[in-house]
């Protein structure tokens, strides 16, 4: 299998290895399960520490990522890219439930912390063997009710998207040049019969806060008014 990155595991932070947080994952599913079946419960406490370092400073100071970025992902090869933001979500909630368990052992609620620590092994070990990840699906469904509220792709102004467009409606993908799903919608869009416009997020971060681009791929109809008639695909 080819080593080549396609994405810089340090530099590139909006997007990641999908496989890197299936390995994070089992690194924290397996250490809560050893702590809440020993008792050793001090364990919860640096998972949530480690986790929090590297929420903080950013993956360099995660041993899990150290450990997957550079021992097993350049033997391996590169997985499938994908956005970073569920699963750094799904870190942050990681981090809560840790740190509750933590301070519930503190305080002698040694039942409550070991159900907390058991709960996150459980979710942890079934996001890295099935890939079923609670904490991203939670944001993306987050992502998909704060577009739905606040109705922010209702309309997009045709001067962002370019110049000399095609007459009548288009299609206007918002996608990341890293991200393996982006290709793939892209691919697609260009085997079609309609016309589109690429708007690169990484390029334009601006234009994906604006309308509130919380997901890529995110694909949409427009009319020659820039009304946007259909949300045709999303992350």
Do not use: M, W
């Given at each position: 299998m080819s080593t080549r990155r396609t994405a810089h595991p340090y530099r590139d932070v909006d997007v990641i290895d999908a496989h890197a947080p299936r390995f994070n994952q089992a690194t924290i599913g397996l250490v809560s399960l050893l702590s809440v079946v020993t008792g050793w419960w001090p364990l919860l406490g640096v998972l949530a520490l480690q986790l929090g370092i590297g929420l903080r400073?950013?993956?360099?100071?995660?041993?899990?990522?150290?450990?997957?970025?550079?021992?097993?992902?350049?033997?391996?090869?590169?997985?499938?890219?994908?956005?970073?933001?569920?699963?750094?979500?799904?870190?942050?909630?990681?981090?809560?439930?840790?740190?509750?368990?933590?301070?519930?052992?503190?305080?002698?609620?040694?039942?409550?912390?070991?159900?907390?620590?058991?709960?996150?092994?459980?979710?942890?070990?079934?996001?890295a063997t099935t890939g079923l990840c609670v904490g991203c699906e939670l944001y993306r469904i987050g992502a998909r009710l704060r577009g739905i509220r606040r109705r922010e792709i209702d309309r997009l102004e045709l001067a962002d998207v370019g110049e000399g467009l095609p007459a009548g409606?288009?299609?206007?993908?918002?996608?990341?040049?890293?991200?393996?799903?982006?290709?793939?919608?892209?691919?697609?869009?260009?085997?079609?019969?309609?016309?589109?416009?690429?708007?690169?997020?990484?390029?334009?971060?601006?234009?994906?806060?604006?309308?509130?681009?919380?997901l890529v791929p995110m694909v949409v109809r427009v009319g020659a008014d820039g009304r946007v008639l259909q949300q045709v695909a999303t992350g």
């Open positions: 400073f950013g993956r360099r100071y995660c041993l899990p990522c150290l450990a997957y970025f550079e021992l097993v992902q350049p033997r391996f090869g590169e997985g499938p890219i994908e956005d970073s933001r569920p699963p750094k979500f799904a870190n942050q909630v990681g981090l809560a439930v840790l740190s509750g368990a933590t301070l519930a052992h503190v305080a002698g609620l040694s039942f409550l912390g070991g159900a907390l620590g058991l709960l996150v092994a459980g979710l942890a070990l079934l996001a409606e288009l299609l206007v993908a918002f996608s990341h040049p890293l991200c393996t799903d982006c290709r793939s919608v892209e691919a697609e869009l260009a085997a079609g019969s309609q016309p589109f416009v690429r708007i690169d997020v990484r390029d334009r971060p601006d234009l994906a806060r604006k309308y509130g681009v919380a």
